[in-house]
């Protein structure tokens, strides 16, 4: 049972338009919520993360938009540049009784920004 | 400050070989979890360190094994190994936040 579930799986977007990806959830115990950027090669960087009790969080160009009640939230990534050009996998922590669980991994968005 | 460091940075093994990758965490993180990453995928958590204890464990059989040292570094041990275990192996180190990520190590089984 997949307990996070991430789209598009792929997503071309044009250089300055915007790039939405988006991930739902069903376990109410998940308390942290971040997204990673994942180049070829390379191991996942933190991007940005969010808890459940803000509905929206933004850093430079990267904003996280939280839905709690809908159990799902998004990445937008306005102004996206060709350097942007990489896959994205949101998570999810499970909080256990004040204890920090691991991350659960959705399955990834390859985004091309074509220039 | 380094990050989170991990070697080798890719090997290959045989079939019913046993391998060790080994992690060093960020400076300040006393906590070590391992993932697994198949192509195409995301990370799948393998288990967690703290104080040198095993605190968490994923869906993974008992071929995969892990330890920590008094300087907060780790090893995975994989024994027997199968076709199906080559994937990018990652490292992630926290200390009460953010998880971090070394680059990973490429294990390719045949």
């Known amino acids: 049972q997949q307990q996070v579930k991430q789209s598009p799986q792929s997503l071309i977007v044009q250089k300055g338009g915007i790039s939405i990806i988006n991930c739902a959830y069903e376990n109410t115990a998940f308390d942290y919520f971040p997204w990673y950027q994942q180049f070829p090669g390379k191991g996942p960087a933190l991007l940005i993360a969010?808890?459940?009790?803000?509905s929206e969080k933004k850093e430079g160009r990267f904003t996280i938009s939280f839905n709690k009640s809908a159990k799902q939230f998004s990445l937008h990534i306005m102004d996206s540049q060709p350097g942007d050009s990489a896959t994205y996998f949101c998570a999810a922590r499970e909080n256990y009784g004040g204890s920090q669980g691991n991350l659960i991994f959705g399955k990834g968005t390859k985004l091309s920004v074509k220039p | 400050d380094a990050g989170v460091t991990q070697s080798p940075t890719h090997l290959i093994k045989t079939r019913g070989q046993q391998v060790t990758l080994r992690c060093s965490p960020k400076?300040?993180?006393?906590?070590v979890s391992w993932y697994q990453q198949a192509l195409g995928q995301g990370p799948q958590f393998i288990f967690q360190y703290y104080e040198e204890e095993e605190r968490q464990r994923g869906n993974f059989p008992d071929r995969f094994s892990g330890h920590q040292f008094p300087n907060y570094s780790s090893e995975l041990n994989v024994n027997a190994l199968l076709l199906g275990d080559s994937a990018l192996y990652l490292c992630?180190?926290?200390?009460?936040?953010?998880?971090?990520f070394g680059p990973g190590t490429r294990l390719t089984v045949t």
């Open positions: 969010i808890r459940p009790d803000v």
């Open positions: 400076s300040g993180h006393d906590t």
């Open positions: 992630a180190s926290r200390s009460l936040g953010e998880q971090y």
